[in-house]
């Protein structure tokens, strides 16, 4: 018995945070989470590709949502900080990131989160995870505002 629940406490440190996980107040804090509004939490990274196809379709559902019950987030983690906002602040000049970033050189967020893949984006409404996609995916504003009417948030 002993060993299968020291499997199962090594197998659950492995993953990250999952679909019904609660985030930890100090990451939440940290991260600048509010009660009563659906968060879409984007990791990603200038070295992306497919995060580079994503995040203006991300930034063109960011300007079809209400900004007062949604919020998207970018998680930028890149190592070298510079390279990052040097990556951001050109996608802003091309009108094609604006949303808010935090930067993570440290991996401190991405720590917890522990996606399995670039881009992820995890919907977050207090502080419970609802649901994570991971990978590339075509047309994710749509997918975005669709996933959104179904939570009920317009």
Not at 35 to 47: G, M, R, T
Request: include cysteine; charge should be positive.
């Amino acid at each position: 018995m002993k060993i299968l629940a020291l499997t199962l406490f090594l197998l659950t440190s492995l993953f990250g945070l999952q679909k019904g996980d609660i985030i930890p107040d100090n990451l939440s804090k940290h991260i600048g989470l509010q009660q009563d509004k659906v968060y879409i939490v984007d990791f990603f990274a200038s070295w992306c590709t497919s995060c580079k196809k994503e995040i203006p379709l991300m930034s063109k559902a960011n300007s079809k949502i209400d900004n007062s019950k949604v919020e998207i987030i970018g998680i930028d983690v890149d190592k070298d900080v510079q390279k990052g906002i040097s990556f951001q602040n050109k996608l802003k000049s091309q009108s094609k990131l604006n949303f808010r970033v935090i930067n993570d050189p440290q991996n401190l967020i991405i720590k917890e989160f522990k996606p399995i893949g670039m881009p992820t984006l995890y919907y977050i409404k207090n502080n419970q995870i609802l649901k994570i996609i991971t990978g590339a995916v075509d047309e994710i504003d749509q997918v975005i505002l669709k996933d959104l009417k179904t939570l009920g948030v317009n």
